[in-house]
Nanobody, 123 residues
Framework: QVQLVESGGGLVQAGGSLRLSCAAS????????MAWFRQAPGKEQEFVTA????????YYADSVKGRFTISRDNAKNTVYLQMNSLKPEDTAIYYC????????????????WGQGTQVTVSS
């Protein structure tokens, strides 16, 4: 089992920045590909970004490419999401997720989930 706890969400104006953190406990953190998903009201859950177990390889949805950066610190069992140039359409609950093996954009393939953290971007 892996337990994931997100933090760092909040209210920010358009053009601003936020940094989300996801702290993991339980099984070996470095065994897992980590990802961030988000879900806006009335919409389906959406893949945002993922990072390989080593941190060497990252993947981004086109909607956030160039604005968001995922990173991880395996010594601290933590994955981060730096969000810059935020837009109102980035407003959503952001979830941290973990899976063994390679990355996927499908939330169905992730085994472990955090409780989510709200990000609200005002115009």
């Amino acid at each position: 089992q892996v337990q994931l706890v997100e933090s760092g969400g909040g209210l920010v104006q358009a053009g601003g920045s936020l940094r989300l953190s996801c702290a993991a406990s339980g099984r070996t953190f470095s065994d897992y590909t980590m990802a961030w998903f988000r879900q806006a009201p009335g919409k389906e859950q959406e893949f945002v970004t993922a990072i390989s177990w080593s941190g060497v390889t990252t993947y981004y949805a086109d909607s956030v490419k160039g604005r968001f950066t995922i990173s991880r610190d395996n010594a601290k069992n933590t994955v981060y999401l730096q969000m810059n140039s935020l837009k109102p359409e980035d407003t959503a609950i952001y979830y941290c997720a973990a899976k063994s093996g390679g990355y996927s954009t499908s939330h169905l393939l992730y085994h472990y989930w955090g409780q989510g953290t709200q990000v609200t971007v005002s115009s």
